[in-house]
C-alpha cells in the first residue's frame, strides 16, 4: 500500500507512530481506483463501472506477521458529493480473517 503523504515518508516505516494508507478512492470524473504501490501486471486498479472486489491486505515483518484482514468492496458506478451520500454507492464490509494453523 501506498503511505499517506508517501512523498515525505520513507517506504520502510519503524513501529511507533500510527501511520495512514488510503486504500482506494472514488473521484467525481466516475472511477474508484485501488491505491496500491505495486500492481500485478493483471490488475485493473482503475474500474469505470460497478463492480465487487474483495481485498486481503497483511502487515508483514521479519518477526510476525498480521492477522489477514478482508476488504470487500461494493460500488454501484456512482459518485455523489457528500459522504452520506456516497455511502449508498460505496460500501466497504470488513472482516478479520482467522490466524493460520
Do not use: Y
Not at 46 to 73: D, F, G, Q
Not at 75 to 90: F, N, P, V
Request: proline residues 7%; negative net charge.
Amino acid at each position: 500500500m501506498r503511505w499517506r503523504h508517501q512523498e515525505v515518508f520513507p517506504l520502510a516505516r519503524t513501529i511507533g507512530a500510527d501511520a495512514d494508507c488510503d486504500l482506494l478512492s472514488v473521484v467525481e470524473d466516475g472511477w474508484l481506483e485501488l491505491s496500491a504501490l505495486i500492481r500485478p501486471f493483471n490488475l485493473q486498479a482503475r474500474r469505470h463501472e460497478p463492480c465487487k472486489l474483495v481485498l486481503t491486505l497483511e502487515a508483514r515483518s521479519n518477526e510476525a506477521n498480521s492477522v489477514p484482514l478482508r476488504v470487500a468492496v461494493h460500488w454501484d458506478g456512482r459518485w455523489e458529493r457528500g459522504e452520506t451520500e456516497m455511502a449508498r454507492h460505496l460500501v466497504l464490509d470488513v472482516a478479520s480473517s482467522p490466524p493460520s494453523p
